[in-house]
């Protein structure tokens, strides 16, 4: 949902692990940045920052990290390529 007041997307995300996440989604000089607020976490996760940049060569690259209150205790980054040969298929 837009946020008129702040400019920003607010959205919510629910598991099927029973865990939910509320987040805001910001879009600054080509880059879509995520905040999410994490509840019900058993690993004891309560935050995720992401960000996702299209990039030149076409790839979409995807960095995250996971905190434990205010420390950093994971991260990723994922580059995703359009597969050319790749057909969708329905079931």
Do not use: C
């Not at 880059?31 to 992401?50: D, H, M, N, P, W």
């Not at 996702?52 to 209150?69: F, H, S, V």
Request: no cysteine; aromatic share 14%; hydrophobic share 30%.
């Amino acid at each position: 949902m837009w946020d008129t007041e702040k400019q920003q997307i607010r959205y919510h995300y629910f598991s099927t692990e029973g865990f939910y996440n509320v987040g805001t989604m910001t879009f600054t000089n080509k880059i879509l940045t995520a905040v999410e607020k994490v509840f019900g976490s058993t690993q004891g996760i309560t935050e995720v920052r992401s960000t996702y940049e299209l990039r030149p060569d076409g790839t979409l690259l995807n960095r995250a990290q996971y905190l434990k209150g205010t420390e950093v205790t994971g991260s990723r980054e994922v580059r995703y390529k359009e597969d050319a040969k790749a057909t969708v298929n329905f079931k």
